[in-house]
């Protein structure tokens, strides 16, 4: 069977999800840490065992339109007044503490995004609104450093990139040197929306996160840069690399800074020593690679759309392997597939390792399985489109 490449613009058939109340979420909606356990007795008896809770979903499928035969179970849960509570906070946040969209009609671009629904999928164990809060920010505020300074149509242009990303590492991860120096530095960043954000978003962060996982998000962030810079470079040059030279980039432009703080928002640490163990990394790569790549097969009817030179996973196979791009598609979501697989195999042999790895790649598993569910649902401004 041929998957169709996505049109995101029916709304009608957009999930609701069962409304449950902020109380019933912030009294453990799915017992904190109960999944992880399950994870790890299944690890133990099965070869390949689900990395999926066992009691019934909350979000009802198929209630939106999602890619044929592209394989992600469930998420855990679904909550459209709770998404409503975080996307009202987010804007009060964008609007009076950081100025972030001094165009007050993005507003509305930032309503139909819907960080809230994306944060409250991704992560079902988070103890507090406070906590999805914190993770809502960080994407707003990532999203705001990709709109402004990578992508051409808020001004972001390929001379300039390399600086302005030097310049917002340096919004989470603080300059020392002369008070002097320092004093332009805070003015620097004061005087830019997507730094302001950014800043911001991480001192709400710093709150709930230990200084090993600020540190961590840190590290990805930089590495998010990295990849900017990679997609940028071959956007400039209308350039479509090889596969294997295009995964390696979205292993970098990717959203493992969101899946990487999933103990934080979770309410617990994954220590430094554990996080940094090959196999725990292969996971992390393996969960963030499925996620992004999920999101290059939802977006690409909205590419295909745009005037300007895209290039995504399907893209590049088609150009390697001189194939039409429906071909290729079905062969991206082959590798997406893949991907997901050889992350539950590794998330199965880890859970069985430790319990706080395997609450973490829990969380992980969270993230792919709500990310995936957000992109079917999100008729928004990024995916609502057709060609
Ligand atoms: C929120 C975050 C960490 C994003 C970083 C990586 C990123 C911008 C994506 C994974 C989305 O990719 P893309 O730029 O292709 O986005 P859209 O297709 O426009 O959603």
């Not at 994407?139 to 709109?147: G, R, Y």
């Not at 001379?159 to 004093?183: C, F, K, M, W």
């Not at 790569?285 to 399907?314: V, W």
Request: proline fraction near 7%; charge should be negative.
């Amino acid at each position: 069977m041929t998957a169709a490449i996505p049109d995101t613009t029916d709304v009608s058939t957009a999930a609701a999800g069962p409304l449950r109340s902020l109380a019933q979420l912030l009294s453990g909606p799915s017992g904190l840490g109960t999944h992880s356990l399950r994870l790890a007795a299944a690890a133990v008896t099965e070869a390949v065992p689900e990395a999926v809770p066992d009691e019934p979903p909350a979000v009802e499928r198929p209630s939106s339109p999602r890619i044929e035969g592209l394989y992600c179970p469930p998420a855990v849960r679904d909550d459209r007044a709770l998404a409503d509570e975080v996307n009202d906070r987010l804007v009060e946040w964008a609007e009076k503490e950081v100025d972030l969209y001094p165009d007050t009609s993005l507003r509305d671009g930032l309503l139909a995004f819907d960080a809230g629904r994306s944060v409250v999928l991704c992560h079902p164990d988070a103890p507090s609104i406070d906590h999805l809060m914190a993770a809502a920010r960080l994407l707003i505020a990532e999203n705001a450093v990709d709109d402004y300074f990578c992508e051409a149509e808020y001004g972001g242009t390929a001379d300039r990139r390399g600086a302005a990303l030097a310049v917002a590492q340096s919004a989470i991860d603080p300059a020392h040197n002369t008070p002097r120096y320092e004093a332009d530095w805070r003015a620097g960043l004061d005087a830019h929306p997507a730094l302001r954000s950014m800043r911001s978003a991480m001192d709400h962060f710093y709150t709930l996160s230990t200084p090993a996982q600020a540190h961590r998000f840190r590290h990805d962030i930089v590495n998010l840069y990295l990849g900017y810079g990679a997609e940028g470079d071959c956007i400039s040059q209308r350039r479509t690399p090889p596969v294997w030279e295009y995964l390696v980039q979205r292993q970098f432009n990717s959203f493992r800074p969101c899946l990487t703080l999933t103990d934080s928002v979770g309410g617990y640490e994954l220590p430094a020593h554990l996080f940094a163990e090959p196999a725990v990394q292969r996971a992390v790569a393996l969960s963030s690679n499925a996620a992004t790549i999920c999101n290059d097969l939802y977006s690409l009817r909205k590419e295909q759309a745009s005037e300007r030179f895209h290039y995504s996973l399907p893209t590049v196979i088609a150009a390697e392997e001189d194939c039409s791009i429906h071909e290729a598609f079905q062969k991206a979501i082959e590798v997406h597939n893949e991907i997901v697989h050889l992350f539950e195999e590794q998330a199965a042999v880890l859970s069985a390792t430790n319990p706080l790895v395997a609450r973490f790649v829990t969380g992980l598993h969270n993230w792919v399985t709500g990310n995936h569910e957000w992109h079917a649902g999100n008729v928004g401004t990024r995916y609502a489109t057709s060609p």
